[in-house]
């Protein structure tokens, strides 16, 4: 959670356990590579399906094979516009073709705080950069266009879309470099931008920076998520192919009978006793209201999503979500 709420988790209660991984470095998140070669994303000419948020929906485009005439829709391009279906019917028609090239991949990697955490497995910035990693190697070999936004709550990066193996590498470079690490929280800003951190910011800069027909991951723990999140998640669907990856705890989701754990607040770190009635209470409150939030944001914005738990690779996830062509959750 962000350090507004009243009730967050500190990372001292998971710096307990010295078995977690907690960032990944350059070299690890490159090795990832090796797992990305089982996976592979649907063809883009896999399905002509259009629906807002369904994976497979395929890049259109002024490409050589004609796919079909329909009404014109917004962010269409005007040269394809068919005069003489557009004079019989009387509503502007435009021709789609099947696009020839690669499609462009967009990731967004949330790696904020709240995501320096985990009661088990690894760090949920580790599982949201494994993911990110995994992602954009199975869309390089699959000849799609790699590009993506990597913040951390102070910084935000941009690595545009090119279908280069060193473009790649830069994103996971931006990746291992923006990690929070043991003892260092405030990365020095450098970013120019306006609250360059904030899952906000990386969604408007997606909107920005997105090209027609894009598919686009959003990977985060959402902690983040206010009242202009729908809207701008929604934008991003309008004309993209968008899924969301949910990064969680399962302490999050429940706490154990018994134990001690640290929460931070705007004052400092607190510690609480699990088997304290109220504080599980207002605990579970708290969770389930963001889970219902998250819920009710990626329903209006008709944005996918799959989970992905510190205690799990995301690798069985992520074989499931491309294996559904993206509709789940």
């Not at 509503?91 to 690669?102: C, D, F, L, V």
Request: hydrophobic fraction near 40%; glycine fraction near 8%.
């Amino acid at each position: 959670m962000t350090h507004g709420n009243e009730f967050d988790v500190s990372t001292s209660a998971a710096q307990a356990n010295a078995a977690h991984d907690i960032a990944l470095p350059l070299a690890a998140l490159i090795k990832l590579q090796a797992e990305a070669h089982t996976l592979r994303l649907p063809s883009a000419k896999a399905t002509r399906s259009r629906q807002a948020g369904a994976y497979a929906s395929p890049q259109r485009g002024r490409g050589m094979a004609f796919a079909e005439v329909r009404q014109y829709q917004p962010g269409d391009d005007i040269r394809a516009i068919d005069w003489r279906v557009t004079a019989r019917r009387q509503q502007a028609h435009t021709k789609i073709y099947e696009e020839e090239r690669e499609r462009p991949v967009l990731l967004l990697c949330d790696v904020s705080p709240s995501l320096f955490f985990a009661s088990t497995g690894a760090y949920k910035q580790v599982r949201a950069a494994q993911v990110a990693a995994m992602l954009a190697w199975v869309a390089l070999f699959g000849g799609d266009r790699v590009g993506g936004l990597v913040f951390n709550g102070q910084l935000l990066t941009l690595q545009r879309p090119a279908r280069r193996k060193t473009s790649v590498l830069r994103l996971l470079d931006n990746l291992a470099r923006l990690q929070h690490q043991p003892g260092q929280f405030h990365p020095t800003p450098s970013a120019p931008l306006a609250e360059p951190g904030s899952l906000d910011n990386a969604l408007a800069e997606a909107c920005r920076v997105a090209r027609t027909g894009s598919r686009i991951f959003i990977i985060s723990d959402f902690m983040q998520l206010s009242e202009h999140s729908a809207g701008l998640m929604g934008r991003l669907a309008q004309h993209n192919g968008v899924s969301a990856v949910q990064i969680s705890d399962p302490l999050e989701q429940a706490l154990p009978r018994h134990g001690q754990f640290a929460v931070a607040s705007s004052t400092g770190p607190l510690w609480f006793d699990a088997a304290d009635d109220t504080f599980r209470q207002a605990w579970q409150q708290r969770m389930n209201q963001h889970q219902e939030r998250l819920q009710h944001c990626l329903r209006v914005a008709a944005v996918t999503s799959i989970g992905v738990s510190t205690g799990e690779h995301p690798r069985l996830a992520l074989r499931a979500l491309i294996a559904g062509g993206g509709r789940l959750g």
